[in-house]
């Protein structure tokens, strides 16, 4: 029984390893690739033909959003592996109420990297390659699209980046292993992505402000703590399941 008990014990610690590198793996993998990511100039945020040049003359779009689905999916099985060392050690409330919200709000994240990864992509491939007297039409539907992007962009801020990180920074703030340092990053992270999600949302539009200082502060803010939160997982994950 004893052998058993160790046994299980013993998967539990790996796997919580394995989580705390996979967080700091998406870290990397996240930073990386948002670096070399094309981005317009704050002057032509909300000018779509700019948009699709600059997404038609780019021969890494793809590569970099795909590599964001993979950091995405990395982050969330982190966060989770996060979540189960607080439960492992006793916490109960908070911890369930972030794993709730975060499962509410990946997927609409993964939606927004999909719409702006993918499905603009194809739209600005061929729109460059239409004659001249056909682009009015393409024109017209990336503009749609981009305006249903944006609007999921606003989703994911106020969601994930927002209300899913407030949640996880009240579980990291209660938690003995992460304590409240890690937690108000995640917390004040989440604050700004509210902000952030609640201003371009009202405002219909993306803004200077709100999407190149706030969502980059967010951004950063919640890169940072996962991979502190990460970390400290991977360096203890044998002494959560003692």
Known sequence: MQQRVGSVRGIDGRLLRWGGLAGMGSAVVAVVFNAVHPRASSESLNDTEELLRIVAGSGSWRLV?????????????????????????????WPVVAFVVLVLTTPTLLLSVGLDGFAIKSVADRWAAAAVENRESLM???????S????????VMIGQFGLTAIALGAAL?????????IGALAIAGGLLGVVCGAMQALSGRLTAFSYLVLLTMSLALFTVWL???SFILWRNAEEVVA
């Open 65 to 93: 959003h795909l590599a964001s689905v993979a950091a995405t999916l990395a982050g969330v099985v982190a966060i989770v592996a996060i979540l189960w060392s607080m439960v492992r050690r006793g916490s109960s409330r």
């Open 227 to 229: 991979t502190v939160a």
């Open 148 to 155: 249903v992007d944006v609007a999921v962009l606003d989703v």
């Open 140 to 146: 017209a539907a990336a503009t749609a699209l981009r």
């Open 173 to 181: 703030w209660s938690s003995s292993l992460f304590g409240p340092r």
